[in-house]
Structures are given as C-alpha cells and as structure tokens.
C-alpha cells in the first residue's frame, strides 16, 4: 500500500507540527497521556515477550511502558523529532525498542506480525483515518488485538474550550490550524473499528485530570507543548506571539479565575479483534 501524500494534508496531520513541540510535549503532556496508555495496556492480558507494535508512538508513551511490561515492542511515528525522542529515553531505561520514522498509513510489516497495534491519541490526526485502522488490522495476527485512543470534544474540556477560544480571540488576524475531525464520539470509534474490519468491538471512556497551578500555567505549558498553538506561534513570531500570550492569560483569569485550574479530560479508548 502507497502512503499518502502528507504534503496536501492539514497541518495537524503533518510531521513538522509535532516536531516543533517534541521536547516540550514529552516533558509536560506524555505524563498525562500515560495514564492512558497504562488503561490500555490494562485491557489486553498480552503474555511477555509478545510482540506489540505503537504506531503514532510520539516519544514512546506506551511503548516504554510495554517495554517495562516486557513485550516485545515496535514503535512508528512520521516525526523523526518524536521517534528520536523516544530512543534516547528507551537508551536511558534500558529497554528495548524497536523505533523508526514511519508512515501509519502504510506500514512496512509483514501481515500478522503482531500480537497487538495500538495507536493511543495518534490515529485520530490522520489525514485518513480508515486507512490508518485498516493498517493496525492488517499487521495484527488473527485473534490479536487493536487499541485506538482519541480525545473527547474540546467542549467536554472547559478550561481548555477556554484556552483555545482566547487564543483566537486574541489572534483574530489569522485562521487557527485545521484539525481533522478527531473521533470525538465513542460511537465514531466503534464505527471506524467496525468498518475496518474488527469483531467483538467494545469502547471504554475514561477520564484523568490535568491541573495547574494557575492559569497562566496552563496557558505557558500548551504554548510550548501543544501543536495548534505551536503553529501559531511559529507562523506570527515570537515578538507578536508574546502580545497573544499576554491578552489569552488575562482572559483565561478572567474566565477560570485566579486559582488552581483541573482539567479532568476524558478520551475514548476503541478495542477490537481481528
């Protein structure tokens, strides 16, 4: 299978997005997405030495994770920031992986190669999304498992609803990223697995909380860590982004007060057999 041209895909969907923000997205949002990443691991009762594999792996979140559980890893992501990211720390755990930079909508390996595909909050920026579980399903041996995690709608997030609408109401010179249609709904999760071909599918919601200590460092952390506000960043430069930054933090104390700002996020784990 050919992959697809990324080129002519949004700006979430691309590489370059996520490389701008891998070193600050490891720091400040891989710990929030691994108690994810541990509820789906939790699902499956995979024997050691398994084999796995993690595609849209960013810098290891589940794929370290596995590793420790001492399965068998493969992990693939299109940013060659992430995957060098997610090497460097599989180098200092000691574990083993097995990392490169690849394309989820096609991925090089054989058809049942694994025992398990996951693809936790990377599968629903695809630029093709059925093609991409079509992939997961393909490399997964029959009887074996395939995990999707995405992320409810932003409106079931306030703060960060909050977040993002300061954002543009404080750049209303310029059009925010687009960004694909997410599987927001547990009912477009079952219906993607479904239609790719999965038996026996089942959606779990589940929901941790970000917290910070202020708004303020909400808004200082996504700015360097999220990749729709790195593309502004980038695009406006670093004198107009400071004048965006200032307007959306008064704003955001102004909506969720001066206090500590949780943020309980709920996200829509898909499992199916094959």
Do not use: K, N
């Not at 579980?133 to 009887?143: C, D, M, S």
Request: hydrophobic letters at 55%; aromatic letters at 6%; charged letters at 20%.
């Amino acid at each position: 299978m050919t992959a697809v041209d990324l080129a002519a895909a949004p700006p979430l969907a691309r590489p370059h997005a996520w490389d701008l923000v891998a070193t600050d997205y490891t720091r400040d949002l891989a710990p929030h997405c691994a108690r994810f990443a541990r509820d789906a691991l939790a699902y499956l009762a995979l024997p050691e030495g398994a084999p796995v594999i993690d595609v849209a792996a960013g810098p290891g979140t589940l794929a370290l994770l596995a590793a420790q559980r001492g399965l068998a890893v493969t992990a693939v992501d299109f940013s060659p920031d992430m995957i060098a990211l997610l090497a460097a720390r599989a180098r200092d755990q000691g574990l083993r992986v097995a990392a490169s930079v690849g394309d989820g909508h096609a991925l090089a390996f054989a058809d049942a190669a694994f025992a398990a595909a996951f693809s936790i909050f990377g599968l629903m920026f695809f630029a093709d999304r059925a093609r991409g579980a079509a992939e997961l399903r393909r490399v997964v041996a029959p009887g074996g498992s395939v995990v999707v995690g995405s992320w409810a709608p932003l409106d079931e997030v306030p703060a960060l609803a909050a977040l993002f609408a300061a954002l543009r109401r404080a750049a209303p010179e310029i059009a925010m990223p687009a960004v694909p249609a997410q599987l927001g709904r547990s009912d477009e999760v079952r219906d993607l697995l479904i239609a790719a071909g999965l038996r026996d599918v089942r959606v779990h919601t589940v929901a941790h909380a970000l917290s910070y200590a202020s708004p303020a460092e909400l808004w200082s952390s996504f700015a360097l860590s999220a990749a729709p506000v790195a593309l502004v960043r980038e695009r406006v430069g670093e004198p107009r982004f400071a004048e965006i930054s200032a307007a959306a933090i008064t704003e955001l104390g102004a909506t969720l007060g001066p206090g500590p700002v949780d943020a309980p996020m709920p996200a829509h784990l898909g499992i199916g057999v094959r």
